[in-house]
């Protein structure tokens, strides 16, 4: 059981490249998440699911895409990277009633 | 609206006392709050929780204790040690369309001196 599994742990992309940030569960939880965290501050939710195949925008979606064609993955695509998209991104799985399980995070740094 | 905050950034005391990291909500139908630990390079680890229906809850060293009047809720660490040293995160889960969203304040950061 290794709960929530994120990869990378750091990458770097230049302006205008695109990347997917993949993050796995393997609770069967129906909920997954999708946060970003900025230096010194909370996490704001970008984007989350309620089970596979449906997906909603949180807080700060733009710029981000996601899809859940399955219960255990959650990818985060970016299309367009840019520097305001630097920071570390968390992807966290529920279920329902419970505390929630945080991979260990993605470091993404735009130049 | 939906937002959690935190009245000190940071925090420190001195190792073997007791520390006290306040927040504040502000969405007076959220009815569960769960608090964060995160170490540095790492994600948010669950503490402890409670529910709306609840205004105090205990678990190993730490203590939850909610005030729904004023909108506010604290974590008691007691004994502080230096694994204790993190930021501390109060959450809130807000109930949208059927769908949980965890809403998150700024953060405490605790240091725990020698």
């Known amino acids: 059981n290794a709960g929530v599994t994120q990869t990378p742990k750091f990458r770097i992309l230049k302006i205008g490249q695109s990347m997917t940030l993949q993050c796995t569960q393997d609770?069967?939880?129906?909920?997954m998440y999708w946060y970003r965290q900025d230096p010194g501050m909370g996490l704001k939710l970008i984007y989350y699911?309620?089970?596979?195949?449906?997906?909603d925008k949180g807080e700060v979606p733009n710029g981000y895409n996601v899809s859940r064609s399955t219960t255990e993955d959650f990818p985060l695509r970016l299309e367009l990277a840019a520097p305001s998209q630097t920071s570390v991104y968390f992807c966290?799985?529920?279920?329902?009633?419970?505390?929630?399980?945080f991979g260990s995070g993605t470091r993404l740094t735009v130049v | 609206g939906e937002s959690v905050g935190l009245h000190l950034p940071t925090l420190s005391v001195q190792e073997g006392d007791n520390s006290i990291i306040n927040c504040a909500y502000s969405n007076s139908a959220s009815d569960y709050f769960i608090w964060y630990k995160q170490e540095s390079g790492k994600g948010p680890q669950f503490i402890i929780d409670?529910?709306?229906?609840?205004d105090k809850r205990q678990g190993q060293r730490v203590t939850v204790l909610l005030n729904k009047t004023v909108k506010h809720l604290s974590l008691q660490i007691a004994a502080t040690q230096p694994g204790d040293s993190a930021v501390y995160f109060c959450a809130e889960i807000l109930e949208i369309q059927g769908a949980q969203k965890l809403v998150f304040g700024q953060g405490t950061r605790l240091t725990i001196n020698p």
């Open positions: 699911s309620v089970g596979a195949g449906i997906t």
């Open positions: 409670i529910r709306s229906n609840m």
């Open positions: 966290a799985s529920v279920q329902r009633g419970r505390g929630y399980t």
């Open positions: 609770m069967n939880h129906n909920y």
